[in-house]
């Protein structure tokens, strides 16, 4: 699809010019005369380009030029500013204000063409730049979803769990087996495969019966279970062969056995912590069935399986807050980032509104920053990026925050600070700027800061105070830079 150019100029012999040349070369071009008639167009659809005449008949362009710039749905439109005029504060102006680039009348068609290709190529990045932004944000939603979900099933986990010590997990589950198959005796042993002694975790009839040793060799199902990893059904201990090798031990010794039938669920929390559920049935009760082992071992596994979520999502709560961190804060200033900023930003509007009490707000910008990445390469202009933010840092109050705003923008939020006291913060930070010598090559810096206050004439929501900032901060830029405005 074609790229959308729009011209605004008043002289048609210009306009026609620009847009035949345009149109040669493959642009779908539409032209307005008037401030007017751009307001209506823009209004309708914006263009991905607009070539914008610094004088029309009703506006100035350079004020058409603050109002698009000023509202976020056309900020980032590229213009390029066209003039006459060979005034060079008019291009000061003009660049300060946002304009793209800067063209003298009557213009080449090649410079033309340079310029405006030049700029798509930008836009087209800058679009491809916010579409991959975009599409992090929404994975990090929806990771902060997964997180959120996990949570919740410890928050589930605990209710069934809670704080409680192995044992007593082992004591609760031995519980709620033995009433749910009406049990009178249902233990847990604790023995790995090979064993030929176990430990009693626990014992649903002695609920004291805790942490004892026992010999194995009188429990053949328990070591068959452990062998197989299956679990063992025992109808009839009086006939089952089993107890082969046992039963003649229990005659010589006369021991009477009163358990009818038994049943050995095998389980394995991890590798240092496996063990059998030992559930038992005695003379007078009616022996255990098929049944019975699919539900203790459905009832048994899910169990387990939770207190191994449980026990993994313990361990993983600490990365989860790690990574909610990481998703608050900016990864090389270190400083909370836009998209946390907007949040504590509207708590703290809200809060203002509620109690009735001032919020100041600074938009912060490295002045000439493209200058200290061109002459100093990238990694120098990251240090002083880090160090500005450090030094923001270390002059708010607590109560205050500070966050990137994006490039080389920072905003600084000031809870209950009046508009007097914001402004005289602002000169403070921007003094401070000026004497310091940023990274290893000791970089001189100047900043250039709008001030906003909510609530105020017009200013009623977070998007209002952003955009009186960031007005603010561009008539700064564009009055000479390194100064504070209003």
Known sequence: MPSQILIADDDAVSRDAASSILCEHGYEVSSVSSARELRHTVSAALPDLL???VVLPDVGGLEVLA?????????DVPVLMLSSQAREDASERALGLGAADYLRKPVKPRDLLARVQA???????????RAALRAAEE?????REEAESRRKLVDILHEVTGDLAADEIYHLLARRVARALSLSRCSVILASRGDWTGVVATA???????NVSIDLTGYPEIRTALELGEPVLVEDVASSPVYDGVRAVWEAKGTKVPVRSVIALPFS???RQTGVFFLRRMLDEPPLTQDDVAFADEVIKAAVAAIQRARLLERTKTENARLEVLAHTDALTQVMNRRALMSRLSAEVDRARRYDSPLSLLMIDLDHFKQVNDTHGHLIGDEVLRETAALL???IRSVDVVA????EEFVVVLPETPLAGAVRFAERIRALIEQQEFGSLRVKCSVSIGVALFPDAGVDSVDDLLLRSDAALYRAKAEGRNRVML
């Open 119 to 129: 700029q798509l190529r930008i836009r087209a990045l800058l679009d491809r730049r």
């Open 204 to 210: 649903f009839d002695d609920p004291a019966l805790r």
């Open 269 to 271: 929390l991890d590798q």
């Open 67 to 75: 109002q698009l710039k000023g509202d976020p749905r056309s900020r």
């Open 393 to 395: 840092q270390r002059t």
């Open 139 to 143: 994975e990090l939603s929806r990771v």
């Open 404 to 407: 990137r705003y994006g490039g």
């Open 51 to 53: 070539l914008l005449d």
